[in-house]
């Protein structure tokens, strides 16, 4: 029995590792795209098909800033972590054994009721309850979602990206956005600098070479990848300015009154600021700048002055580990129950 179930776990653990090398396909996809379009645009076209240096030098000097903000950007997108809850979020050692040695089902949500009264917690599963992830034994805050394929619970998650082979949400979505538009820029300025040596190309004005099928593929996969990135960042762009996640684009979040989809709508320039904060001369340079921590966000129809946990936001700000020890009461019903999610 205990030899099948080391086999079993050995086989879990060989997938698990199967699946994380396979994750990393779309990435290695995009960064070999991505490289030999720089040797095509570079070296082929640049340095071997002009012949007028102020041009040369004009157009290696554009390109090498949108390929290095482009590298930028998805470096950031794939290699800053997801945000989790904080540790106020999670069950602490004495509520767990407590949760736990509780037999009836009702004084299990009794318990759980009473951490969630001193959170800052407005939204709802389906049903009405308090949202619990029973997998990382956390109450989710508000837009934080389980992702299944990075196993943790995801601040102000937006959708899990193969791409970037990472959750995009509250630590990344302005790295994903920024990524978006200089992939975009990316594209169009080799599509527009490109576009009359491909037409010499292909009309026989430019003698045949390797240069030849490096400029007419560049063209081509440059309006490819601009069309398809125009769609997604003209998407997200709509999600910004409504203060939607993708994944509340799908589902509405719920609250005390019901299902919301403007419930965190605070007016096209807060939403903006939540994603790119307040200083407009950062907004276009991949350094973290978006508003609060991940854990509450303002609502439509409560202000700060109306809500003792928002009132209180620079107490959480101050402290890593959400730990205050101020009296952070939230006024909602006590009978709301717990519904346990994945």
């Known amino acids: 029995m205990s030899t099948g179930a080391g086999w079993t776990m050995a086989l879990s653990r060989g997938l698990r590792c ?56 998805y470096w950031k997108s794939i290699f800053t972590p997801p945000a989790s809850p904080c540790k106020k979020f999670q069950l602490s ?8 040695m509780e037999e009836r089902p009702d004084a299990q949500k009794q318990i759980l009721v009473e951490i969630a009264k001193k959170l800052p917690i407005f939204t709802r599963a389906q049903s009405g309850a308090i949202r619990f992830c029973d997998r990382c034994q ?7 979602h ?11 998650m937006d959708h899990h990206c193969p791409w970037v082979n990472n959750c995009v949400g509250f630590s990344n979505y302005k790295f994903f956005l920024l990524f978006l538009s200089y992939s975009m820029l990316y594209c169009i300025f080799i599509a527009a600098t490109v576009f009359q040596y491909f037409l010499k190309f292909w009309v026989g004005d430019l003698p045949n070479g390797p240069a030849k099928f490096h400029v007419l593929f560049l063209m081509f996969v440059a309006l ?5 990135l ?10 910004v300015a409504k ?3 993708t994944l509340e684009a799908f589902s ?16 096209v320039r807060r939403n903006l600021q939540q994603v790119f904060g307040e200083d407009r001369r950062l907004w276009l340079i991949p350094v973290f700048t978006s508003q609060g921590n991940g854990h509450y966000f303002p609502l439509k129809n409560v202000s700060e002055s109306q809500n003792p946990l928002l009132a209180n936001e620079e107490m959480w700000e101050e402290s890593d580990d959400c730990s205050d020890e101020g009296s952070l009461v939230d006024e909602r019903d006590p009978s709301v129950t717990i519904e346990m999610e994945e």
């Open 146 to 156: 389980h992702c299944s394929v990075c196993e943790t619970c995801v601040l102000k």
């Open 224 to 228: 490819m990848f601009f069309v398809s």
């Open 230 to 239: 125009m769609f997604l960042f003209g998407y997200h762009c709509w999600l």
């Open 93 to 100: 050692y004495s509520d767990k054994e407590r949760y736990e």
């Open 18 to 73: 199967c699946q994380k090398v396979f994750s990393w396909i779309p990435v290695l996809i995009i960064t070999s795209v991505v490289l030999w379009s720089y040797y095509a645009y570079v070296f082929q076209l640049c340095l071997f098909t002009l012949t007028n240096t102020f041009e040369k030098v004009a157009y290696l000097l554009v390109f090498h800033v949108c390929f290095v903000m482009f590298s930028w950007t």
């Open 138 to 144: 956390v109450l989710k805050p508000d837009r934080c």
């Open 243 to 245: 203060n939607r996640s």
């Open 252 to 267: 509405a979040p719920v609250f005390v009154g019901g299902p919301d989809r403007n419930g965190f709508n605070v007016g």
